[in-house]
């Protein structure tokens, strides 16, 4: 380098070119402190910058894999309501030893493990409908306790370490199970050859830093559940698809790909968060947050549907785009002594409701239909017939009728697939309810 520092800057420019973010010529050594601190300083805000991008890129796939998953979740459900219910109403007029009941029964037996994995991809696209409750984590672990052991085997150690004092979660229980046992069992799979398996609960704070860290994650009070073995773990490539519908490490046959992301899924929907860490041949740990509440426990009131007569004498309009499920549904009720009005879409029922002089004690209505939701066609009969009741179906939540996957208070909704014994219950449920939903 001349003394002038010429060629020194030269080759300085050059290498700025290719990536170099400062520079430090010889005749000017006091930068160089001043000048490492800030290429190590901008180093790390690079790599922040970057694990950011991929995580917000990883989010947006999610999105729209739930958005694709949600929609054919959907569409199966109308399809397996139609096989579900003529399969049911072809074994209740057979006989015993009828030769066609195995097959028939082999049908519904198909469609009702096609129902199965729909609804786990409702789970996982944030479309299945929740009932929420303010509970206390630590209990339902103990209530879990024995089942976790038969599920995971006598080979694999199971501890709990429930923390004191832990603050309430506003969830819907039964889907946290539901979470927890998909985790098991993962964490089972993992441990072929026997293992340990922790499950442990805590009050945390997840503030601004560990947000800045985490894409949409918003700082306050969490309860952590923790779910970790000392499996064979996952590599980073693993790690970043885990929670994709389908995807799964096991052979073919051995498992449907779908309870790590019935985990995922869930647990968006409760407002929560999940995380794994994972290295190979260490083991995993699962970390889920949901936000921690202040009001009191709430009971669960069990459900006296079973014992309800399903017989009836009703007027109820029907309202189906469908044409195999309408006409399931019609046939079911007619069979359940109810007059049956009629209707494909939403104007046809506002003729209907106009046409019939007599009450319509009832509307059994799909949630999305073209032209008219039927949440807007139960808004625009509430003046003209404010006594009728209502009961909403759908193959998935909509807008129309929830809210963040929660029912509006006194919304009576049945869920695609249904059994034609499950629709009459759930119908006379609501005619018989004094509070059931009325004109809207």
Not at 318 to 331: F, G, M, N, P
Not at 390 to 406: C, N, P, Q, R
Request: net charge neutral; hydrophobic share 40%; with cysteine.
């Amino acid at each position: 380098m001349g003394s002038d520092g010429t060629v020194g800057e030269e080759a300085a420019i050059e290498a700025l070119k290719k990536g170099a973010t400062d520079y430090v010529l010889k005749p000017r050594p006091a930068r160089l402190v001043s000048a490492v601190k800030r290429a190590l300083q901008e180093g790390k805000e690079r790599a922040e910058r970057k694990q950011l991008e991929q995580q917000l890129r990883q989010a947006q796939k999610m999105e729209a894999i739930g958005q694709l998953t949600g929609g054919i979740a959907h569409d199966f459900n109308n399809m397996l309501t139609v096989i579900i219910g003529y399969s049911e109403l072809m074994l209740q007029k057979l006989k015993a030893d009828d030769s066609l009941r195995s097959d028939i029964e082999q049908i519904k037996e198909a469609g009702e493990r096609a129902s199965s994995l729909t609804r786990q991809l409702l789970a996982f696209s944030r479309k299945q409908v929740l009932q929420p409750k303010v509970f206390d984590l630590n209990a339902v672990l103990t209530n879990m306790d024995r089942m976790l052991q038969r599920l995971i085997g006598e080979d694999i150690h199971l501890v709990t370490a429930p923390a004191p004092g832990l603050g309430r979660v506003r969830a819907d229980p039964g889907q946290i199970e539901q979470v927890i046992m998909n985790l098991a069992v993962n964490a089972r799979d993992a441990m072929p050859h026997g293992g340990k398996l922790t499950i442990e609960t805590a009050n945390v704070e997840l503030d601004n830093a560990y947000a800045r860290e985490h894409v949409s994650v918003r700082p306050g009070s969490y309860v952590m559940l923790a779910v970790s073995d000392t499996g064979c773990g996952m590599d980073a490539a693993t790690q970043a698809q885990i929670f994709e519908p389908f995807f799964t490490t096991k052979e073919v046959g051995k498992g449907t790909g779908l309870g790590l992301s019935t985990v995922f899924g869930i647990v968006k929907q409760s407002e929560g968060y999940v995380w794994v860490y994972s290295e190979v041949g260490r083991g995993t740990t699962f970390k889920i947050y949901l936000p921690r509440v202040e009001a009191a426990v709430e009971t669960v009131e069990p459900s006296g549907e079973t014992a309800r007569p399903a017989r009836g004498s009703e007027t109820i309009l029907l309202v189906e785009d469908d044409h195999a499920v309408r006409t399931l549904i019609r046939s079911t009720l007619q069979a359940h002594g109810y007059t049956v009005l009629e209707a494909s879409q939403g104007k046809e029922a506002l003729l209907l409701s106009g046409q019939h002089k007599g009450l319509i004690h009832m509307m059994v209505t799909d949630t999305v239909m073209p032209g008219m939701s039927g949440r807007e066609l139960a808004e625009r009969l509430k003046p003209l017939r404010p006594n009728m009741k209502a009961l909403f179906m759908s193959g998935y939540t909509d807008k129309a009728i929830v809210h963040h996957g929660e029912l509006d208070p006194d919304t009576a909704f049945l869920q695609k697939p249904f059994t034609p014994d499950a629709l009459a219950r759930k119908v006379r449920e609501v005619l018989d309810s004094p509070h059931g939903q009325q004109g809207v």
